[in-house]
């Protein structure tokens, strides 16, 4: 099958009776929160060798939740709570000797907490990191740019991608504003006061686009393109079209009659050909895999910024990734995880083509791998 090509409506029609199953998880599947942990957390990481590192303010507890310890951070308008040893809460954020880079296994954090023992509060020589409420506010300063200051560059995605959360990054991380070729009043009126420029008079640092034709790839000087293992941008672009930015789509929209089977048909066809056009006809193109970006954000992040022609500024890049997730990330706790894979085995195998496709064209351009997960049977 070449991905231009339409699927058999065969080879996908027994999906109904497939989602009656319960299965496992499989590639693509979300796994929700972390077992033990309250939602906002981010990671078990080594608690640093100075405790002013990162501690800009400490309380200490025999009724220590997490909660408590959220809510005492928000208070003092700091971004990142860390909880030690069961009783302890530290507040602070990223600094140039602590980045939060080197991380451990959750393991080392299942310490219960003393005031929730159903929840862990760190260990004993490691910090559970969790995200407050508030935005780390060293890097919340950002301007438009004057007309022609910057090249024609896209930001480009398959929607359900990252595409907003990475404008949020960029944004704070040069100082500048993104635009976008939709004109968004919802991302308009959330502060991206860049969605509304005339993209073409170069005022803005990088331009959202989901669109993939030649001409408008070629009427770029450049491109960064993120791609999303398939699956779970085609899940996040289905919560979107059900639930908004940050809501979800419920099991009925996955069930009831063929809207499911349609939008899998058509989204696979639309990742994979957004990927090839722009890998084909960009002028100059970084590619940025999406899971590499969540996982450690420092390196993707400094690609962009100089790929974009602006100068590093280490600060502004530790204050972005003290508050990574800006306005849009679903809560996992308000998630209604699915009781079936919503992929059949039918539609795994098309989408695996599909893959495959991407990855031989990411080779062929030497650009990065696909991470082995978006299809780990096959083998390029």
Known sequence: MTPGQAPNRGVLRNVAAVQQQVRGPKPGNDEGPVPGYKDGFRTCAVRPTDDSYFTKYFEESDQMTVAYCVQLCEKQTLPLAALFRGSQCHCGYLTHNYTLRHTVDHSECQEVCKGDAKTFCGGAEHYAIY????????????????????????????????????????????????????????????????????????????????????????????????????????????NRKFGGHTGFASEKHYTQGTEWID?????????????????????????????????DAF?????????????????????TLSSPDGKFKRRESSRQKLSFDPFTDEMREMIGLYVKSVGMALKLKNQTALPGDYNPQLRL
């Open 131 to 238: 995200q407050s409420g508030v935005e780390d506010t060293r890097c919340t300063q950002i301007s438009m740019g004057q007309p022609g200051q910057f090249p024609l560059v896209t930001l480009a995605s398959f929607p359900g991608s990252g595409n907003t959360w990475v404008r949020y990054l960029i944004e704070r991380a040069t100082g500048y504003y993104t635009g976008s070729i939709y004109d968004d009043g919802d991302l308009y009126r959330k502060g991206f006061l860049g969605e509304r420029e005339d993209w073409k008079k170069g005022k803005t640092v990088a331009i959202k686009s989901h669109r993939f034709d030649e001409e408008h790839v070629a009427s770029f000087d450049g491109a960064i393109l993120i791609i999303r293992n398939p699956y779970k941008a085609m899940i996040s672009e289905h």
């Open 263 to 295: 939008f899998v048909a058509g989204k696979s066809r639309t990742w994979t050909n957004s990927a090839l056009n722009y890998l084909q006809y960009s002028r100059r193109i970084l590619v940025i895999h999406y899971e590499e970006l969540r996982s």
């Open 299 to 319: 390196i993707p992040l400094q690609k962009m910024v100089r790929f974009l022609g602006q100068t590093i500024n280490e600060e502004r890049i530790l204050c």
